[in-house]
């Protein structure tokens, strides 16, 4: 499927409120870098944190939901899915493939 994968933190965290500040920011410069490098056609974040930090214009409505994208990395298109934890854990599996 020439697929890859990355991380946005290097590190094992249990949910997205562990995930430090400058670790996300380093995370986003790591991705936007990636993005450039590799051109992949689609870019999918797994939770929202990261992907509406990637996704953040000042003084605009900065919500996510789970789906595909308004916004864009790098002219990719980007879509946001559930991971296995809190929130992810609890939608219907029909929700999920939305």
Known sequence: YNMSFMNYVDRPTRSEKEIKNDELLHG?????QVVEEYK????CFVGKKCCKL?????????EVEFG???????????????????????MKFEDKLK
């Open 28 to 32: 986003k410069h790591r991705l936007e």
């Open 54 to 62: 990637q996704l953040y214009v000042p003084r605009t409505n900065n």
């Open 68 to 90: 595909i994208q308004d916004r864009k990395v790098k002219d990719r298109v980007v879509i946001c899915v559930p991971h296995g934890s809190t929130e992810g854990a609890q």
């Open 40 to 43: 992949p056609r689609v870019v």
